[in-house]
């Protein structure tokens, strides 16, 4: 079977050259290579497209808004949370969130600044929340990107932590 191989890359080969005799060329050479340029900075490959996989703030400001309406159930919220919400975590979510309304603390008001990728179909942005009765509260809040925007899970436990001040 080698032989037969050998043989039939060795007929493939001088047909290529008895056609290029053919044609009239000389010299057959393989071209050299060209440098690939590559953008870099400090050594680190750039993206060709840094922003291709990065939300709008619009995009964040959907889901900080969802997940802080005091009107809806976490249980209707697992969109908004990577890899959905929990029985348990909604009830205790809920629960957070009852008790920031009696405070006084809802609805926030979200500011979301520096929006960077942080990964594949991931970001990260400095998100300040405010309301009545709370002082400014800034936290860099990661996102994943899970068939749409969604707060990692870590992140979502950030938020809710602004519930229970």
Known sequence: MKFLATGVAAIAGAAVIAGAAAAGVTSIAAAPAQPQAQLAV????????????VPTAEDLY??????????VPFASKSYLVENGIG???????????????????????FSV?????????VASANVTASGPGM??????ITFV???GWKLSRGSAS????????
Do not use: H, Y
């Open 42 to 53: 400090f050594g680190t490959p750039m993206p060709l497209n840094p922003v291709a996989d």
């Open 158 to 165: 950030q938020v809710l932590s602004l519930f229970s001040s």
């Open 62 to 71: 959907g889901v900080l808004n969802g997940l802080a309406n005091p009107g």
């Open 135 to 140: 002082a400014p509260t800034t936290q860099t």
């Open 113 to 121: 600044a520096d929006i960077a990728p942080n990964g594949p179909g």
């Open 87 to 109: 029985i348990f975590e909604g009830k205790t979510a809920d629960r957070l969130m009852k008790n920031a309304v009696a405070k006084g603390l809802l609805p926030l008001n």
């Open 145 to 147: 990107n899970q068939g």
